[in-house]
């Protein structure tokens, strides 16, 4: 069975679908692991007058992806990738610059990046930092080893965005094919992020039990006005 390799996969486009496979890079050993840091963001301020302070919930921050990994030009490292395994290590950074670091004049900055491992990892993003330490070098100088470590920032593009946020909304109409074990609280909760709407939804939709519905059974949730609640 073949080893999966961390693959970055460069796009001059936030659609991540222009020029694929022209500056993509192939790390050549995997990293022993990554990390991903995830963040929640929250108001604590203090009201005035008071010593408590209540976390209010303000939105998650975009995902970060951390990658440490060797690039080596020994040729002694086992499982090393085979196209690269000869190539000087001053040759392999150019590479890897070419897809995660420099400026795309068709973009006016660095390429959008797409980070893929195995069935664990796909990770739509950009670079925010890239540090190399060269740690064992040549009789001439040249390095013969380098360790890097790159960071990532999940992107997401606007119309992207602002596709899901209008698919999400409690101002459009939804509709809905009841799967097994569904509740029409939950369904009516997840549409409105409110169960207050519950018996309006089961009179549009003809329901005469809110508590049991029939899987297969088609739903749709209209938008409300609240004062309808």
Do not use: W
């Amino acid at each position: 069975m073949t080893l999966a390799k961390f693959e970055i996969k460069s796009f001059s486009d936030n659609l991540f679908k222009k020029d694929g496979g022209k500056k993509d890079f192939q790390i050549p050993i995997n990293p022993e692991s990554f990390t991903r840091n995830l963040k929640v963001e929250r108001d604590t301020t203090k009201g005035s007058g008071n010593n408590q302070t209540n976390s209010k919930f303000v939105g998650t921050a975009p995902e970060e992806l951390k990658i440490e990994f060797i690039l080596d030009g020994t040729g002694t490292m086992e499982g090393y990738l085979d196209s690269m395994k000869d190539m000087p290590v001053k040759d392999q950074l150019k590479k890897l610059m070419d897809c995660v670091y420099d400026y795309d004049g068709k973009i006016h900055s660095p390429r959008y990046l797409k980070i893929l491992y195995g069935s664990e990892l796909k990770f739509n993003c950009v670079l925010t930092s890239l540090d190399i330490n060269h740690t064992l070098f040549n009789s001439d100088g040249s390095p013969l080893r380098a360790k890097i470590t790159a960071n990532f920032l999940q992107y997401v593009a606007p119309e992207t965005r602002a596709r899901k946020e209008r698919n999400s909304s409690p101002d459009l109409t939804h509709q809905r094919i009841v799967k097994a074990g569904e509740r029409l609280d939950f369904l009516t909760f997840e549409i409105y992020d409110s169960p207050t709407y519950l018996l309006q939804v089961a009179l549009n939709n003809d329901l005469t039990n809110v508590r049991s519905l029939k899987p297969g059974t088609e739903l749709f949730f209209h938008p409300f006005d609240k004062s309808e609640a």
